[in-house]
């Protein structure tokens, strides 16, 4: 893999959320959210519990319908799930009685029915190949691990070739070493396929390892309070955690959070 | 220095020579084998059977002895394997339970589905579904003989009656029991609802829905055998009836025990069944879709 440096400034925006407000009741979950994300960018938004990350999440990828606002992406309205938006949960959520393989196809399964799957099993295999999985196609969910299964639920998410990755805490139920890794796996997906991810997380060094440019959130009502440019090198390791940059940019948002969460 | 220090740490440890195993004792009661266990019981439960008749407690009457009844139950069996009246009996009783099993599993199922799966349903069918299923359902038997006769069908009726409704809620609970989480991948890769229905909520259902049919299993013998107490006919219900009111008590056990053969067949069918469909509900992994 080569070290690709990008132009985000000069990438065009291909994911525009525009004054964005989620409200349930009297409650404002989200409130005017402004927020573009560039052709092959990681974004990454990050607050406390309660300031809507999760909310904004399954709107971008039409899960929940906005109040008002809206969510654009290639220039078309998100109007409902799309085929060109993978999404991925804390969960690995693998159907038990559908072997590896067959959870991955499950999209294919779902938007272009059996046959289409049957099509795409090679290219299943090619991407439990790419995560290292592929010995594990036949297996079903009960024997992998919880590392694994999150594997298997990534090669789910790029079976239908999205433009963009929507990740909702993908590893956060993974333990701290499976953790480390999965993210540097992740990174050399998105940097392969070049595209454009959004990833929710609680971890600070998660995000300032993974993103280009982390969105900090607040609460009461959720709103983008920060934006910040990570200019840390590409492709990006975890020695970077231990150096005094990276330090810096983690001790700057832990402050700006604990402000914002504890009035500190 | 460091080495040091823990050599001196060591030398102050007193030495311990020998392996550190526990040893564990376990109870007697919990240390005879299952099969030992199980001939002792039985041995047991006869034993204090033929005291109780054989020191006349209980009129010979009331309680016939152990030896009557093994003798009627071989009575029982040969006339059951030259293709006697009583295996006539038997096939009506069984032919009365898997016929009404079959309908309450297919109404059970469809009214399951109605009430799990859409809002009409959950409002207006629901509450008649309890508002009945707490009334004694047996009572109903002389209506069901009053509209379909003495015949197999009002045994049928009944039986199906009994054996529907743990089936109706055991479905419904099973299409709840996909997780938030199942539901919101479903939603993500353009499932549509009934996909989500098929692929999703009634695979994720199916153990409840076995639940269900094995309270149903038992219900369905109750209801045919009630039935069949109150509506005559030709059923194995009618003969224990006819056999208890002429005193004839050792025909009463042995019926009986030839009846639970029926039930126990149909129990161990449905969890063969369910075994074999149900393959993954062994472990809840972390992988899997707990």
Known sequence: ?264 | MIEQSVTAARAQMPEYEGDTVWSEHEPLIDRIPRWVAMTGLFIAIVGIWYAVTALEIVSNIILPTPMETWSDIVFVGGNMVSGGYMLEALVTTTKTVLLAFGLAMAIGFSLGVLVGETKFGERAVMPYLVAIDTMPKVAFAPLFIAWLGFGIASKVALATFIATFPIVVSTAAGLYAASENERMLFKSIGASRMQTLVRLKLPTGLPYFFTGLKIAAVGVMAGAITGEFLGGGQGVGALIRVSASQLDTPRVFSLIIYLSFLGLALFLAVVWVQKTFVFWNKSDKPGGAA
Request: glycine residues 8%; contains cysteine; hydrophobic residues 45%.
């Open chain 1, 1 to 264: 893999m080569t070290a690709r440096t990008r132009e985000p400034a000069e990438a065009r925006p291909v994911y525009r959320i525009e004054r964005l407000t989620k409200t349930y009741g009297g409650f404002t979950a989200l409130h005017k959210v402004n927020l573009t994300l560039r052709k092959g960018e990681f974004g990454a938004v990050i607050g406390s519990s309660g300031c809507g990350k999760s909310t904004l999440l399954k709107i971008m990828a039409g899960l929940l319908p906005p109040s008002s606002g809206r969510v654009v992406l290639e220039d078309k309205p998100v109007l409902g799930p799309r085929r060109d938006i993978g999404m991925m949960f804390q969960q690995a959520t693998l159907l038990p009685w559908k072997t590896t393989l067959g959870n991955v196809l499950l999209p294919i399964e779902m938007r272009d029915g059996k046959a289409a799957a049957r099509a795409a099993e090679g290219r299943a295999e090619e991407l439990l190949e790419l995560v290292g999985i592929g010995r594990a196609k036949h297996v079903f969910p009960g024997e992998l691990s919880g590392g694994m299964a999150q594997r298997a639920a990534i090669c789910r998410m790029l079976i239908s070739d999205p433009a963009v990755l929507l990740l909702d805490e993908p590893f956060s139920a993974l333990d701290e070493l499976t953790r480390d890794f999965m993210n540097m796996e992740l990174q050399r997906i998105c940097l392969e396929r070049e595209a454009t991810s959004f990833l929710v997380t609680h971890s600070i060094p998660e995000a300032v390892i993974l993103a280009d440019r982390i969105f900090i959130m607040e609460a009461n009502p959720g709103r983008v309070a920060e934006i910040i440019e990570i200019d840390l090198p590409r492709p990006r390791n975890l020695d970077m955690i231990n150096t005094a940059k990276f330090g810096e940019i983690v001790h700057h948002i832990r402050e700006k959070l604990g402000k914002e969460a504890f009035g500190a």
